[in-house]
């Protein structure tokens, strides 16, 4: 087992910034792709971010970029979610998660094997 735990989640008003992180115990990150995503309530659990092992690539759904950065620290063994300009479409409950060996792909829950018990955001319009 990798256990992750979220942190930083809370209640924001629209336009404001919220950080969540991720943090590991046990075995280090720094071999793994890592990611977040987020699960509103009656929907599916879907792609937020993703940053490479040494935190050069960083990738982004459509609704984030140019309001999120994704980052790493390896010799911390975490990584931190900054939310800027937060909109009420953003309250969902945001998780990590550690991409699984072999894949290539990293917006897809099937793409990770270890994940955190996630952390709540919650933006007031």
């Known amino acids: 087992q990798v256990p992750l735990v979220e942190s930083g989640g809370g209640l924001v008003q629209a336009g404001g910034s919220l950080r969540v992180s991720c943090a590991a115990s046990?075995?280090?990150?720094?071999?793994?792709?890592m990611g977040w995503f987020r699960q509103a309530p009656g929907k599916e659990r879907e792609f937020v971010a993703a940053?490479?092992?040494?935190?050069?690539?960083?990738y982004y759904t459509d609704s984030v970029k140019g309001r999120f950065t994704i980052s790493r620290d390896n010799s911390k063994n975490t990584v931190t979610l900054q939310m800027n300009s937060l909109k009420p479409e953003d309250t969902a409950i945001y998780y990590c998660?550690?991409?699984?060996?072999?894949?290539?792909?990293?917006?897809?829950?099937?793409?990770?094997?270890?994940w955190g018990q996630g952390t709540q955001v919650t933006v007031s319009s």
């Open positions: 998660a550690r991409r699984r060996n072999g894949s290539s792909q990293y917006t897809t829950t099937g793409d990770y094997d270890y």
């Open positions: 046990g075995r280090t990150l720094s071999m793994y792709v």
């Open positions: 940053i490479g092992r040494s935190g050069g690539d960083a």
